[in-house]
């Protein structure tokens, strides 16, 4: 309904800029220097971070938006769901999470449902155009998941913040120099205000969940957001999708409820690590605090003591052993 003329990657580079313009908004109101924060990355951080905004940032939603043009709204909705299947294979192979029975069972179901919005039945199976590009979107999202994950020296409104206005502004530097697609200023200030309210506390509700649950399982329970996609595209394009993306909703929402079934609970260890994070004190943090301000959320930076205990766990950075 937005795009009109516009080009992809000028609707990319807004969305994202204005997401990146609303959360400074929300800095300055929370009296934060996002510069200081930055300053203070280390290294191998500050390369993930580079990572994480170039393939996240740049390059998915680019495709994305090259997606939506050429395609239909409630494919590219349910297509969306293949981000949490590239996620979490990445996680498994590359960064070595855990992953459960019922994790790879629903991840399946997701997959399969996929399959049968993107293959079209004519004279044989073809991917479509748009199929492709929303495919390579959600691969090039499941490393910026992994990437941003462990870029835990961040506050999270800063990392989102960070990664808004860089991949914003280097989508419309694209767009200005290959593209002829104008927009009109109610289309620059719809995609700006979208970016704010949508892309900007999406993202950082998004890597607060990261850091709690894992990227594979924080990336499922994220993969909800395109069955609204698809729900919106029918009551306000008059989109009428057919029976095939029916099916395909059932198999992605089956495979969703199948991982609310996992608990994973064992005796692990923790070895002595030292981070910076917003945390409240509890088992795992249980340092002490000369002004006094244990009992309420914090952000600084705290050394862990080695600790073996059981309980029910996710992959969050806290707990990152490895399963024999």
């Not at 917003?278 to 002004?291: K, R, T």
Request: aromatic share 8%.
């Amino acid at each position: 309904m937005l795009i009109g003329g516009m080009s992809p990657a000028l609707l990319a580079g807004l969305l994202y800029l204005g997401s990146g313009l609303g959360l400074q908004l929300v800095l300055c109101f929370q009296r934060k220097n996002s510069l200081h924060e930055l300053a203070q990355l280390s290294s191998r951080h500050r390369l993930k971070l580079i990572g994480a905004i170039f393939s996240g940032g740049i390059v998915a939603p680019i495709c994305l938006a090259f997606g939506i043009k050429y395609g239909s709204a409630s494919e590219v909705s349910l297509l969306l769901n293949l981000e949490t299947v590239a996620t979490t294979i990445i996680a498994w192979l590359v960064f070595k999470e855990y992953i459960g029975p019922y994790v790879w069972t629903g991840k399946a179901l997701i997959l399969i449902g996929a399959c049968l919005v993107v293959l079209k039945a004519d004279g044989g199976m073809t991917f479509s155009l748009s199929g492709v590009l929303v495919i390579c979107a959600c691969v090039f999202w499941g490393i910026d998941n992994n990437l941003t994950r462990d870029v835990e020296e961040l506050s999270s409104t800063v990392l989102a913040s960070v990664k808004g206005l860089a991949a914003g502004l280097f989508s419309i530097f694209l767009s200005l120099l290959f593209t002829a697609g104008a927009a009109t200023l109610p289309q620059i200030a719809g995609a700006l205000t979208i970016g704010a309210l949508s892309y900007g506390l999406s993202l950082v509700l998004f890597v607060e969940a990261l850091r709690k649950i894992g990227a594979a399982r924080t990336a499922t329970f994220f993969a909800v957001g395109p069955f609204f996609g698809t729900l919106l595209s029918v009551a306000l394009l008059g989109e009428r999708p057919p029976a095939a993306y029916w099916l395909a909703t059932v198999l992605m929402l089956a495979g969703i409820a199948l991982l609310y079934l996992e608990v994973h609970r064992h005796r692990h260890v923790h070895e002595e690590m030292a981070h910076a994070h917003p945390h409240i004190h509890d088992e795992h943090h249980d340092h002490e605090h000369p002004e006094g301000e244990g009992d309420l959320s914090h952000d600084h930076y705290h050394v862990h003591r080695p600790m073996s205990h059981s309980h029910v766990h996710w992959p969050d950075i806290h707990h990152q052993h490895h399963h024999h």
